[in-house]
C-alpha cells in the first residue's frame, strides 16, 4: 500500500506511524506513538507528518488501488459525508466556529468530506478532502501560514464531493452508485454530474424538494395507502432496517437519459416511512439503469449508514481525529494514513468473512478488548499483532 511514491526513511516512518495506529495505544498523538515506536521524541513521526519528502495524494491513490482489489465489486456504492473535528485555538488549516454533525451544534473544529467505498465484500474511507471556510480563503496571509497553497481557493462542500466523486473515477474503484445526504443530494449541480458521468444514485433531499413543480413531501402525500410497502435498507445491530417504502417512477428529460430512443437511465423518487414513528418520512431522488428495482435503491439508500461506520471505527480504532498537526499538509498526512490503517482492518475482516471463521467475523474494532491471558483478564485491542503482522508484509 505504501507505493514507490514513499520511500527510504518516509517510508520506514510512514509503517511505523501506520503500526502504531493500529496498536493499542491511548492516544494516537505524535508523543504516544512515537513511545510505541520505541523513540524518545516524536520529532521523527512529526517530520514525516510536516516536513518530509512525500505525496499524500500518491498513497491515497495506492489505497484505492488496494481497496479495489481487495473490496472491489461492480455494484461498488461510493458513499459522500462530512465529519467535525474539533479543535482549540485559531491557527489549525480550516478551524472556525462553525456546525459540526459530529457534535450537532456549532463547535470550533475543521470539517473534512470524505468519500467511502462500500460493497458486498466490505467498506473503507477512500479519499477526504479538507473544507476551507471563505474566512480563511479570504485570507491569504493566514493560510500562508498554515501552509495552504497558494492556489487553493474557496470550494463549497458540494463542490469537493464533486472532485471526491471524478477523482474515484479516476481510480481502480468499480463504481455503479453513489449515496450521500441532503446536505449533498440537493445540490443539482452536484446530480447532473453524477447523471453525466454515467452513475447511478439514490441522494437524500429536503422535504423542501421540488420535482417537476411540487414539493417532494406534498407528492408523497398524495400517494394510496397500498404504496407503501415494508422493505429492509440492510441489517443493523439489531438485525433487519424495517421501514415502508413508497417509490414514485419520473419523467426521464434529460438527453443522457437516452441512447438513441432507448432510455438508459430512469429517475425516481422514494420516501422512507418509519414504521413506529409513521411522521418521520425521508425523501430521496435516484437515478438508476432501467433494469433496477425498487428493492435495489433501497439498498444503495441504506449503503449510505456504512460511512458513519468507517469514520467510527477510524477514530476509535486508527486515531483519524486524534491529530496534533496545525497546517494543511500535515491534516492531510494523518488523515491519510489513518484511513490506510482502517482500510487494513477492512480487509482483514473481508478476508475472515470469506473463510467463513465464526470466531473472526466480526471486524477488529468490534470485538471484545477483554483477553484471558495467565489466569488474569486483561484489556487489548484484538488482532494488534496479526494487524501489524500483516500490515509490513503488504506495505
Known amino acids: 500500500m505504501l507505493g514507490p511514491s514513499v520511500v527510504g526513511n518516509a517510508r520506514d516512518s510512514a509503517l511505523m506511524f501506520v503500526r502504531g495506529l493500529l496498536a493499542p495505544v491511548g492516544r494516537k498523538n505524535g508523543w504516544q506513538l512515537a513511545e510505541f515506536a520505541g523513540h524518545r521524541t516524536p520529532d521523527g513521526l512529526q517530520r514525516l507528518l510536516n516536513g518530509a519528502t512525500w505525496d499524500a495524494d500518491d498513497v491515497r491513490d495506492d489505497l484505492q488501488s488496494y481497496v479495489a482489489k481487495h473490496l472491489g465489486d461492480d455494484n461498488g456504492v461510493l458513499v459522500i459525508d462530512d465529519t467535525g473535528f474539533l479543535k482549540k485555538g485559531t491557527t489549525s488549516a480550516g478551524v472556525q466556529r462553525q456546525y459540526s454533525g459530529t457534535a450537532g451544534r456549532a463547535e470550533n473544529c475543521q470539517i473534512g468530506v470524505f468519500a467511502a467505498y462500500t460493497s458486498a465484500a466490505g467498506r473503507a474511507l477512500v479519499d477526504r478532502e479538507l473544507y476551507l471556510p471563505k474566512s480563511w480563503t479570504d485570507d491569504r496571509e493566514r493560510c500562508r501560514a498554515a501552509k495552504v497553497p497558494d492556489e487553493r481557493g474557496f470550494a463549497t462542500k458540494g463542490e469537493l464531493a464533486k472532485r471526491l466523486v471524478l477523482r474515484a473515477l479516476a481510480s481502480d474503484l468499480p463504481l455503479a452508485w ?39 413531501d406534498h407528492l408523497f402525500a398524495q400517494a394510496p395507502a397500498e404504496a407503501w410497502e415494508p422493505i429492509s435498507c440492510g441489517d443493523g445491530a439489531k438485525g433487519p432496517r424495517l421501514y415502508h417504502w413508497a417509490a414514485l417512477e419520473l419523467p426521464t428529460v434529460a ?123 486483561r484489556l487489548a485491542s484484538p488482532g494488534t499483532a496479526e494487524v501489524a503482522g500483516r500490515f509490513a508484509r503488504t506495505c
Open 178 to 216: 453513489v449515496a450521500a445526504d441532503a446536505a449533498y443530494g440537493q445540490e443539482g449541480r452536484f446530480r447532473r454530474m453524477l447523471e453525466q458521468s454515467g452513475l447511478g444514485y439514490v441522494l437524500a433531499v429536503p422535504r423542501s424538494q421540488q420535482v417537476f413543480g411540487p414539493r417532494i
Open 255 to 377: 438527453e443522457f437519459d437516452y441512447q438513441g430512443d432507448v432510455p438508459v437511465r430512469r429517475r425516481w423518487a422514494l420516501a422512507r416511512r418509519s414504521l413506529s414513528r409513521p411522521e418521520e418520512i425521508a425523501y430521496f431522488l435516484a437515478y438508476a439503469p432501467p433494469e433496477s428495482a425498487v428493492a435495489d435503491l433501497v439498498r444503495v439508500a441504506g449503503m449510505r449508514w456504512q460511512i458513519e461506520e468507517c469514520f467510527q471505527a477510524a477514530k476509535n480504532e486508527c486515531g483519524l481525529d486524534q491529530y496534533e498537526v496545525r497546517r494543511y499538509v500535515g491534516w492531510y498526512r494523518h488523515i491519510t494514513l489513518a484511513m490506510l490503517a482502517h482500510a487494513c482492518l477492512a480487509v482483514m475482516a473481508a478476508d475472515a468473512a470469506a473463510k467463513g471463521d465464526a470466531e473472526t467475523l466480526l471486524a477488529p474494532w468490534l470485538r471484545s478488548p477483554w483477553q484471558k491471558s495467565g489466569g488474569c483478564w
